[in-house]
């Protein structure tokens, strides 16, 4: 049986996979079992962030791999705190708590806004009230949270007291913000499954305001926006204020599963013993990952991802069946005549691997990815979008 067909056979299927098996990869270039090269545009949906198998991670990685791989949290090791005082440094956040996926960061962040809200305000203002077309993840709180319907279906009873709102209807948020029962607002600053939506900056600033009057916790989803990928560590930075929670993931180990959730000031104690937990976050592997990482995440390499995006942005002006790039840094969703699926699909055959999101084409190239590869997959991209508006 082929890879293919055995994955039929015995993967539970919730992917609809590209039809193509991956074999070893560098960089941002990898190659398919029959030796086909790629240009890589998907980072693993913004998880390698220096591309596979980059040279360093990877030394890290094995380094601590043949030291100490796995502890449980019952016992104190240097990565876990080495990463911790890392992130905390750079943001300004006073604890992290580490799992390890965004879904459960974003659990995290739920339960630390429910107990803030519960020593607070006493019981009963448990409230989140989450965006439309939001993505917060796939556990079933998580998917309470999410503001799609389509996700719900067919899980319901999901985790009661979760409010979708439209973005940019302030109204709306003041209204739920003002009955008093609220805990927290939680929110991606760029809507990445949601199609790369990037919220309106006023809309964000009078969120932050009515927050802030009302003692109600701002929660920023960073699953996706963060670790560099926007061009600022995190994406608040590029809005200019300082959330009270932020959850992330993908990017942060580079290619191993690792969540944070970070507290600010105001949150840091929320937890006592027993509050929270997790088998494997924190692994040492995956801190010593995301050490190898974040620690390369400094100005120059965001000026580069910058750069990058200014590039994408020129060299897609006015080309022929694209109308529009949308979104920050390297977190960008192309607006296609053809549709992002199709595009993505023929973008394939031809030796590029890019994302959609809703009918967009997503482009999340590894954020130190070549100029020279980047200039050839959008030429590809070109040629191919004028091919398919043509067909
Ligand atoms: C913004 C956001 N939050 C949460 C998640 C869920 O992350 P995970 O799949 O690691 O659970 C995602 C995944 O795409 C995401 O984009």
Not at 177 to 198: C, H, K, S, Y
Not at 205 to 229: F, H, P, S
Request: net charge neutral; hydrophobic share 40%.
């Amino acid at each position: 049986m082929t890879v293919i067909e055995k994955d039929k056979k015995y993967v539970a299927s919730t992917y609809n996979r590209f039809p193509v098996v991956l074999k070893e990869g560098k960089g941002s270039v990898v190659f398919d079992e029959n030796g086909k090269k790629y240009i890589d545009l998907g980072t693993g949906i913004a998880v390698n962030t220096f591309g596979y198998c980059d040279e360093k991670w990877t030394e890290a990685v094995t380094v601590q791999a043949s030291k100490l791989s796995h502890t449980s949290n019952l016992y104190y090791h240097e990565p876990c705190v080495k990463l911790a005082e890392m992130l905390c440094e750079k943001t300004g956040f006073k604890k992290v708590f580490f799992s390890n996926s965004g879904a459960e960061a974003n659990e995290c962040a739920i339960k630390a806004a429910r107990k803030y809200a519960e020593d607070k305000k006493g019981s009963g203002c448990h409230k989140i009230i989450t965006l439309e077309n939001s993505f917060h993840g796939r556990t079933i709180t998580t998917l309470a949270a999410t503001g799609q319907e389509k996700f719900h279906k067919l899980f319901t009873p999901l985790t009661e007291g979760f409010i979708s709102v439209k973005p940019g209807d302030i109204d709306a948020l003041k209204a739920l913000v003002e009955n008093g029962d609220v805990a927290a607002v939680m929110f991606e600053l760029i809507q990445g499954e949601g199609g790369v939506v990037p919220l309106e900056r006023s809309f964000v600033n009078a969120m932050i305001e009515i927050c802030r009057k009302n003692d109600v916790l701002v929660v920023c989803d960073e699953v996706q926006t963060g670790n560099g990928r926007t061009g600022n560590l995190y994406c608040y930075q590029n809005f200019g204020f300082m959330p009270d929670i932020i959850s992330t993931a993908k990017g942060l180990a580079g290619g191993l599963p690792l969540g944070a959730t970070m507290l600010s000031e105001k949150v840091e104690n929320v937890f006592s013993f027993g509050d929270h937990g997790s088998t494997f976050g924190a692994n040492p592997i995956c801190c010593a990952g995301a050490l190898s990482i974040l620690s390369r995440i400094d100005n120059d390499l965001l000026r580069g991802v910058r750069e990058r995006e200014k590039l994408i942005r020129s060299s897609l002006k006015g080309a022929k069946g694209t109308h529009g790039v949308y979104g920050m840094g390297l977190m960008l969703g192309v607006d296609c005549d053809c549709g992002g699926g199709k595009l993505a699909t023929a973008l394939l055959e031809k030796g590029v691997l890019a994302l959609t999101a809703k009918n967009r084409l997503r482009l999340l190239p590894a954020l130190n990815i070549p100029v020279e590869l980047l200039t050839e997959a959008l030429e590809i991209i070109k040629e191919t979008a004028a091919l398919l508006a043509e067909s």
